[in-house]
């Protein structure tokens, strides 16, 4: 039930966030398990997580993949491939319309 702020990001294979950003959405990430995400800094130690429901405006997306990463980074959430590939991406000027595949 929490709203976070976030970037598309088509570099991102996953939804990444920090841990301050899980824990206000209410995700318990170290019941997930510990992966090593290589980050453009570098690799750190992250938590692979599924979201149960993920709300995007209208669209509702349930059981996505997610990393969360200990600390303050990245300061905004990573909109990432395991929620985009699940939606059909359309582009006008500046304006980027997300409708849902399935």
């Known amino acids: 039930g929490?709203?976070?702020?976030f970037i598309v990001d088509t570099g991102?294979?996953?939804?990444?966030m920090n841990s301050g950003d899980a824990r206000c959405g209410?995700?318990?990430y170290k019941k997930g398990e510990r992966v090593p995400i290589q980050t453009a800094n570098g690799i750190v130690n992250g938590y692979h997580v599924v979201i149960g429901t993920l709300k995007l405006g209208n669209l509702i997306l349930n059981q996505v993949d997610a990393t969360v990463l200990e600390g303050g980074s990245p300061a905004v959430v990573l909109l990432g491939?395991?929620?985009l590939n699940r939606m059909e991406m359309k582009s006008e000027g500046i304006a980027?319309?997300?409708t849902k595949k399935y």
Do not use: E, P
């Open 96 to 98: 980027l319309t997300l």
């Open 81 to 83: 491939m395991s929620a």
């Open 12 to 16: 991102a294979s996953t939804i990444a």
């Open 2 to 5: 929490a709203t976070l702020k």
């Open 26 to 28: 209410g995700i318990d």
